[in-house]
């Protein structure tokens, strides 16, 4: 035998399973097909009734150009409150797409379409809404807000109409109305009006009403709005777009929404503008005051200051008058110096003779003048007193003058020194009074430098302000919309829902699925056995043969055999007598013990047990059939040996020859002898368990090629544990749809633990028109895989033959 456990049997046994799932579906769709389709069909008109009851859904899209509060021109009064250091309130850019979903917003829309209170027709299974296309208009005239109600008016003439609202008990009453007239219900007042679309045709036609509260009205369109963005950096495009009942209420809404938006903002504008100016103008006036005042604190310093104009101007002036009498200062000093050294030598003139200098340096013109007269004076003594002497009275008169002349000039130098010290002293004074002056001044300006400064800040703000209010009174004038309209509403006029044909597609396909699926969860909740694919992963003992369940025609024999040798039974047990063969082993002599069991009674072990011993008969093999059910004994019964010696008899040592007892059947049954079960034994088990069975199945295998042991059902009984230990292969028989899968788990255990040898399984009375067995032309499929080559390439051949 192949090892069930290796990997390429594990791989075999998934992809058997599978493939079944797959041909499970295809066998479905096959033996159900009429149900399906009858399901499919169902679906559809299901669907289609349902598309039917849908209201009409339409979309509208408009695409607006959002004005950022960053870069709007217009919006100049908020960013003049951030630069002037206070919290405007600007909304940014992405705020704004959730403006325009506010509930504020939508609520002035209502108000203002009146789209709280619609009017439908009833059209086949919809109700179509009458937007702006209503023959009659419904004025509420008293009643709650909150209120919600629904009227059906029935136009009846020019002047008369039929009013039908629910009342408490469920039911509709009616009330007779006249246009324009005030009819009163129990939960309001209202009149109703003729439109412009009343034309004759309307009547007897019924007009639904159905009235809301404007809030509950306004966050229905708000859940029908998308606001979306482009995923665009720094993009300020915003797509919206609305779904209604009526495409021109989409398109109406959506461009009303936009106007209300765009009136709000335009006003917010406004108002933060005047509060700008208001601001603006508060401040100003407080700073222009503040500023008289330090104008005048800085004046009456500068008074009392002696500051002229400023203190860097005054200790400017100051600073140049010092400099100036430094330098007068220094030239008066000079001259004193130069007056000096004159007097020294008109000094020593008067003792050595001689010509004096006229280039003095003073700026006395008189004593340059005289000392020139000196020196003509002394030019004419030398000449004079060269040729006469120094005693001449010329000589001594011209001696005379010099000395007058010195003596002049050195009193007019005394009086210009005089003249210089005073001069000097007086510059000196001022220079010093100038000097604590400037020390002054610059004390001053520490004292002055703060008040300045203030007047500086006061008077930047101040004009900053003046500024602002000039930018401000500009954007109050051109104040523009936050949203500018790059489209307006638009988008077709066909409905975007319910989309009939998808639903008719998807009804179809849904009702044929579910119908499908219903199939396959009845099978999937069946954990019974129901073929071969059912046992992977419970048990990996080989299936040697499947048998279909008997027709009407089979079930009524009273024999357990199948007479007819062209039926699919004959050829489904033929197949199993070959793979029967095939697992024998081949002995040295002799033939082999077959047991044939069952989980319980009522699988067909007996019919298998006849039918397999048939199948070896014609095969030309002699066959024994043995009933080793000793409380049961189906087999003698159904064969018709009640009464008869059989094998207890042998096994209480009755009978000493057991080819006595045993009964060869009538034609057409040749090469097969049975041995029924014989009295009823007092005790099966303990009868079985003595050597005398050991000894009467090896003669009888000397004697057969096959020895079939038709045995009780295993677990039940310990009979067939006894009876296996003696046996060759056992053929274990599983009725379709009777046992749990589950249970094959032990029965594997069994297998592996030799208690039943050679183990193979028989599934009976299988559904050939399902699972995996439509793809061969009787239904059903065969075992390959055990037996000789020359097996199993027959068995091939006979599987296209038959398919063919």
Same mark, same amino acid.
């Given at each position: ?5 290796? *990997? ?26 009429? &149900? ?192 979306? @963005? ?27 929404? &936009? ?80 007056? #000096? ?31 020139? &007269? ?14 006469? !002497? ?5 000589? &001594? ?37 100038? #000097? ?75 009702? #044929? ?35 279909? !369940? ?86 003698? @019964? ?25 009964? *060869? ?47 009780? *059902? ?39 633990? !030799? ?25 059903? !499929? ?23």
């Amino acid at each position: 035998m192949a090892d069930h456990n290796s *990997p390429a049997h594990t791989t075999t046994e998934e992809a058997e399973e599978t493939s079944f799932s797959l041909e499970m579906i295809l066998a479905i769709l096959r033996r159900y097909w009429i &149900i399906i389709i009858l399901s499919a069909l169902a679906g559809g008109a299901f669907a289609y009734y349902f598309a039917g009851k849908q209201g009409y859904v339409y979309q509208k899209t408009a695409s607006v150009m959002m004005r950022d509060s960053k870069t709007d021109p217009s919006a100049s009064s908020e960013r003049i409150m951030t630069e002037l250091g206070i919290d405007s309130g600007a909304a940014n850019l992405a705020n704004e797409s959730f403006i325009l979903k506010s509930t504020s917003l939508m609520i002035k829309v209502v108000e203002d379409l009146h789209t709280n209170v619609s009017y439908w027709q009833k059209k086949d299974f919809r109700e179509i809404d009458l937007y702006k296309s209503s023959p009659l208009l419904a004025v509420f005239e008293q009643i709650e807000e909150s209120r919600s109600c629904l009227l059906h008016v029935t136009p009846l003439d020019e002047r008369r109409f039929i009013l039908s609202y629910p009342s408490s008990t469920g039911d509709f009453s009616m009330q007779e109305g006249i246009y324009g007239e005030s009819v009163t219900l129990p939960f309001a007042v209202v009149s109703i009006h003729p439109t412009a679309q009343m034309t004759d045709d309307w009547n007897g036609k019924t007009v639904i009403v159905r009235r809301d509260s404007i809030l509950r009205t306004a966050s229905g369109q708000l859940a029908n709005l998308t606001v979306t @963005r482009p995923d665009v950096k720094d993009s300020s495009l915003l797509e919206m777009s609305l779904t209604s009942s009526n495409p021109q209420k989409a398109a109406d809404v959506l461009n009303h929404l &936009i106007r209300v938006y765009n009136q709000i903002s335009k006003d917010e504008k406004s108002e933060a503008a005047l509060k700008t100016k208001e601001f603006i103008q508060r401040r100003l006036k407080k700073l222009g005051t503040e500023l008289s005042k330090v104008d005048q604190k800085i004046t009456d310093f500068k008074m009392k200051s002696d500051i002229f104009k400023d203190t860097d101007t005054t200790m400017s002036a100051d600073f140049s008058t010092a400099q100036a009498l430094e330098k007068e200062i220094f030239d008066l000093e000079t001259q004193i110096k130069l007056a #000096a050294s004159l007097a020294g030598t008109l000094e020593e003139a008067g003792r050595k003779e001689g010509l004096l200098s006229v280039d003095t340096g003073l700026t006395d013109p008189g004593i340059s003048k005289q000392l020139e &007269i000196y020196n003509e004076a002394y030019l004419e003594y030398r000449k004079i007193a060269g040729s006469a !002497g120094s005693q001449n009275p010329i000589t &001594i008169g011209l001696r005379d003058k010099m000395n007058s002349i010195r003596t002049a000039a050195y009193k007019s130098l005394a009086n210009y020194r005089a003249n210089l010290d005073l001069k000097l002293k007086e510059l000196t004074n001022k220079r010093n009074s100038l #000097a604590a002056r400037l020390e002054n001044t610059a004390t001053k300006e520490q004292e002055i430098t703060p008040l300045i400064r203030e007047h500086k800040v006061m008077e930047e703000l101040y004009l900053t302000l003046l500024s602002k209010e000039q930018e401000n009174d500009l954007a109050l004038a051109i104040a523009k919309p936050s949203a500018k309209v790059l489209e307006t509403a638009h988008g077709p006029d066909a409905p975007i829902s319910p989309q009939t044909t998808q639903y008719l597609a998807a009804g179809t396909l849904g009702g #044929a699925v579910i119908c499908i699926f219903a199939f396959i969860g009845v099978r999937m909740m069946n954990n019974k056995l129901m073929n071969k694919h059912d046992l992977a992963g419970k048990s990996h003992q080989p299936v040697i043969g499947e048998l279909p !369940g008997l027709s009407k025609k089979e079930r009524k024999q009273a024999i357990p055999f199948v007479l007819d040798d062209h039926s699919i039974m004959a050829e489904c047990l033929h197949i199993l007598r070959n793979n029967v063969d095939s697992m024998l082993p081949k002995p040295a002599r002799g033939g082999h013990v077959i047991l044939v069991t069952s989980t319980m009674t009522g699988e067909g072990k007996t019919f298998v047990s006849a039918n397999l011993a048939a199948a070896f008969a014609k095969a030309g093999k002699r066959t024994l059939l043995i009933d080793g059910d000793l409380r049961k004994f189906s087999l003698t @019964r159904l064969l018709g040996g009640r009464g008869r010696k059989g094998i207890t008899n042998l096994l209480l040592n009755q009978v000493d020859d057991p080819s006595s007892i045993i009964h *060869p059947l009538e034609h057409p049954f040749r090469n097969i002898d049975v041995l029924y079960s014989g009295s009823v034994a007092p005790n099966p088990v303990t009868l079985l368990s003595t050597a005398k069975l050991a000894q009467l199945l090896e003669i009888q295998k000397q004697q057969y090629d096959a020895v079939i042991i038709d045995a009780p *059902p295993y677990g039940i009984l310990a009979d067939t544990d006894i009876l296996a230990s003696e046996s060759d292969i056992t053929l274990y028989t599983v009725r379709s749809g009777k046992i749990d899968k589950r249970y094959f788990t032990q029965v594997q255990h069994l297998a592996d633990s !030799g208690k039943l040898p050679n183990l193979a399984y028989i599934i009976n009375d299988v559904d050939f028109k399902s699972a995996s067995y439509s793809h061969y032309g009787y239904g059903y !499929g065969y075992h390959y895989g055990y037996g000789s080559k020359e097996i199993q390439e027959s068995l091939k051949a006979q599987d296209k033959k038959e398919i063919h």
